[in-house]
């Protein structure tokens, strides 16, 4: 059954979702060593002195103990033909990570290949914002790829 606010929460899903964006995934490593991510849209840049851009994941989200611990996260913006990669960093309970090719960066960070630009960060700073949060994160380094067409995302639907 529907509660009242399920159909609010529909119509301002949509209203959101027709600003169109790119598509990033964010990754991290739990203390543990082993790679955490997901897909996020809610990435924007922030400043450029100092480099800084933000995003922002929901309070219950997997990922989220990895990047508290380790103060460290990996923004990869994604390229088109990373659609697949999409997918599965926001299926739920599916090992994300499996049979995919990625390595750690100097900061132990998972890099994930092909993407148009990624930034590795450190978490400069968490605000609480309703049932997400909005992470900043202080670009520790980045690398981008100019001919890689990027993935878009408007009216939940890739193109
Ligand atoms: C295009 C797209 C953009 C998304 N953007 C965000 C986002 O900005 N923040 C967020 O918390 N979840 C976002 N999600 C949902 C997460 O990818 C997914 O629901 C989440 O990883 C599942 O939660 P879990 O990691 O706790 O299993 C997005 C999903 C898609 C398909």
Not at 67 to 88: D, M
Request: charged share 25%; with cysteine.
């Amino acid at each position: 059954m529907q509660s009242p606010a399920q159909p609010r929460a529909r119509a301002l899903r949509d209203a959101f979702g027709t600003f169109g964006t790119g598509v990033t995934i964010v990754a991290a490593t739990g203390e543990d060593g082993r790679p955490v991510g997901f897909t996020a849209n809610s990435f924007a840049s922030v400043s450029l002195e100092p480099p800084l851009l933000l995003v922002c994941p929901a309070r219950g989200a997997s990922s989220l103990p990895a990047i508290a611990t380790t103060r460290r996260f990996a923004v990869h913006v994604l390229a088109r033909a990373q659609r697949p990669l999409a997918e599965r960093f926001s299926r739920r309970g599916a090992d994300r990570f499996e049979g995919l090719v990625w390595a750690a960066d100097r900061h132990g960070l998972p890099r994930i290949e092909g993407a148009c630009a990624r930034f590795a960060c450190a978490l400069e700073q968490t605000i609480e914002a309703g049932d997400h949060l909005v992470l900043i994160g202080r670009i520790l380094e980045h690398e981008s790829d100019l001919e890689a067409e990027p993935l878009l995302f408007v009216r939940g639907r890739y193109s």
